[in-house]
């Protein structure tokens, strides 16, 4: 059977908790399985039902709840910390979670149709002037 | 269209590029397949034999092989993209999880292609996470 696992990451602004997730999907009774983490929730199922299961939970909080897919399934052996699992990361997960209010202040911008500022770069050096610069050092 | 994110397993970028409706390719969903194919059944491995080969398609025989493992598993999403957001200087790209070799290998491989290709930097303040967000929204907005 094809399967999407999918991390459900809540934004620090957010007032949504992992456990209004967990039982909101509950409550929509689709066959998918749901593990509630302290960042939000694991999602696993068919893809087309974690996709329409995604948008309910979007509803809650269209800026606030994140998602990204996962390459091992829910509980599996070789991932898993509670079977000391030998891939045990977090790191980057703590480190995005902790950005995602960033993120979501851009969103809530970027949704009002507001202009990125342009920052004046300069140009770089032409290659005919870096090469006059060095014919004059020597 | 499919756009190659890097970092390929940021949730940020992940998020970004689906929201505004668009395929990402993630190194997730490489994994993903490999895992479901019982291919890499054999902690901590996470390439298979055939990977090894692969890599050597995007670096040459003398780079170190954890850069030529990331590339036979991040190279190929590279090939299918049809358009590239890189976002530099990402806190967990470097050092004991990440690899700068490969970030800079990727980022020559995404230019070699002439993809349509935005660079941002990682968001530190709430005035870079603006900017880098209206930038994604415009960029993701005007593909065709």
Known sequence: ????????????????????????????????????????????????????VMDELRALDPLGIYSKIRGFPLGDPKRCRAQHGSRPGFSQLQTEWQSLSLVEKGLECAM?????????????????DLQRFCEEVE | MKIFIDPPNSLILFDLVERFGHEPLSVMATIQERVDNLEIDMPPMNVTLDDVKKGLDYAGIEVPSGIRGRLAVWGPLIDNAEAAI?????????????????????????????????????????????NMVIRVKEFLEGLE
Do not use: W
């Open chain 1, 112 to 128: 009002r149709g507001e202009k990125a500022e342009t920052k004046d770069v300069p140009d770089r050096i032409p290659v005919k």
């Open chain 1, 1 to 52: 059977m094809v399967r999407e696992t999918r991390l459900i990451v809540i934004s620090p602004l957010s007032e949504i908790t992992p456990d209004q997730i967990t039982r909101k999907v509950h409550s929509l009774g689709y066959e998918v399985t749901v593990k509630e983490t302290c960042y939000g929730a694991v999602l696993e199922g068919p893809p087309e039902t974690v996709s329409k």
């Open chain 2, 86 to 130: 890189i976002m530099e200087d990402a806190p967990y790209s470097f050092g004991c999880v990440g690899c700068h070799r490969t970030n800079l290998l990727v980022d020559f491989l995404v230019r070699k292609r002439k993809l349509p290709t935005i660079e941002i930097d990682y968001p530190r303040t709430e005035e870079d996470a603006r």
